[in-house]
């Protein structure tokens, strides 16, 4: 889980980096944080189940 969650930060990171540091910072910050609310997502359906 933290391995995949890693994973998929750094390849926003990559994505989204290059010549546009700032902005690659700021995705990276965007897809974090929609890495985090899936997980919590997910885990809130479970707490439910």
Known sequence: ????LALN???CV???GGLYP???IIAAF???S????ANAAGAWDNAKK
């Open 34 to 37: 929609a890495v985090v609310m």
């Open 1 to 4: 889980m933290a391995v995949k």
């Open 9 to 11: 930060s750094n390849s």
């Open 22 to 24: 700032l902005l690659g």
């Open 30 to 32: 965007g897809c974090l």
């Open 14 to 16: 990559l994505r989204n």
